[in-house]
């Protein structure tokens, strides 16, 4: 079972299970940090502490590096480039920065335009772009309506070398809903390269492990979108993510009404009714934007852009609690206590 406590004081959507199985010589050597606006896990599987506790800093300063130059409002890299779009400028983009933009436009493309991380303005008129909550009454819909209406696309971007331009001045770049997969990837990454093959680092949730847990698996848990704790559990080991994008994360609270920050580009309202999407796959950047698209696509169109996205193991959970699974995803999944509906759904 699930360590309920220590799921609830770290407050992830995903956590180790109580560790077994370990080979006397070896032992998982956890950190914790706040960065990218959650709490960040990293544990190591590791015969040296010091060697586990030198790499997981190595990381971690990485991740602060990130965080400021990924930043979707707050000064850094991107805020550069921003201003520069905005203002009708060409800018060269930070060298760690470019990759991203490239990888997000052509998963943009893929996601028929559901993850799109050029509507920033959209997000920050909903008042995402603040460490607090918003509250309070939507953004008049004349203001949403023209940001829709002027559809900055990741394809309004131009790249010339390093150099990037905008051929549309509302482009706006956020990638709030992708950077934490690329984060998860380049940790792994990096671990990997100091010699640390056995890792599991948890981005709030979003979740990306190497290898193994000593004899067995890593054992991880998915926060339930609509109560405490884990809605399921499953086992995962070599190079896998487990992500999950949530309406409950943060939301615009006005009176008993709440508005989710996963925007649909198409209306420039919040998505409403799925109200989770979990991800499995190699790729945690890629896993990170299906999560965010598949909010997006609903109930009914998720298997379509999950199929053109490339991921197969998914599992949605709408407004009522009903779930819906891939054949993959169902048969690793342990739910915690049976959902209101399960249902198997075909992606291709
Ligand atoms: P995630 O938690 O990965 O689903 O990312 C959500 C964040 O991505 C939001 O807080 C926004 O910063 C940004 N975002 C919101 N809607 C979209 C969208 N349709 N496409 C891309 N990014 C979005
Ligand atoms: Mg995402």
């Known amino acids: 079972m699930l360590n309920r406590r220590n799921f609830m004081k770290l407050g992830l959507g995903a956590c180790l299970l109580p560790a077994v199985g370990v080979s006397r010589a070896e032992a998982v050597v956890s950190e914790e940090m ?6 960040v896990g990293v544990d190591v599987l590791s ?3 010091d060697a586990a506790r030198a790499a997981i800093a190595d990381v971690s300063h990485r991740f602060t590096q990130q965080n400021r130059d990924w930043h979707a409002w707050k000064p850094g890299a991107l805020g550069d480039l921003n201003r520069a779009l905005a203002a009708g400028r060409t800018h060269e983009a930070a060298p760690d920065l470019l990759p991203l933009l490239h990888q997000a436009r052509e998963l943009a493309r893929a996601s028929g335009g559901l993850f799109n991380p050029a509507i920033g303005r959209l997000v920050g008129l909903w008042g995402f ?3 607090t909550l918003p509250v309070g009454a939507p953004p008049h819909a004349a203001a949403v309506a023209e940001l829709v209406a002027a559809a900055p696309s990741m394809d309004d971007l131009v790249f010339g070398g390093r150099r990037v331009g905008s051929r549309n001045p ?5 990638l709030g809903g992708h950077a934490k997969g690329v984060a998860l990837n380049q940790a792994l990454d990096r671990l990997a390269a100091l010699g640390h093959g056995n890792a599991l680092v948890n981005l ?5 492990v190497s290898g193994s847990h000593g004899d067995r698996p890593w054992h991880i848990g998915i926060r339930h979108p609509q109560g ?4 399921a559990s499953l086992a995962v080991s070599g190079r896998m993510a487990v992500v999950t994008s949530g309406t409950y994360e943060r939301y615009r609270q006005d009176g008993d009404k709440r508005y989710p920050h996963i925007i649909d580009p198409r209306s420039g309202q919040p998505a409403m009714h799925v109200v989770s999407a979990t991800v499995l796959h190699p790729d945690a950047a890629r896993a990170d934007v299906a999560a965010t698209a598949l909010v997006v696509a609903g109930s009914t169109a998720w298997p379509e852009v999950a199929r053109k996205l490339g991921v197969n193991d998914v599992m949605i ?3 009522a609690g009903r779930v819906q699974l891939t054949p993959g995803m169902a048969a690793r999944v342990h739910f915690a206590e049976p959902p209101a509906s399960v249902k198997t759904v075909e992606i291709a």
């Open 228 to 231: 405490e704790g884990a809605i």
């Open 317 to 319: 959970v709408d407004e």
């Open 170 to 174: 509302h482009v706006q770049i956020d």
């Open 204 to 208: 709030g949730g979003n979740l990306a």
């Open 47 to 49: 015969r040296n502490t």
């Open 34 to 39: 706040y960065v990218f606006g959650t709490l």
């Open 129 to 131: 772009h603040h460490d």
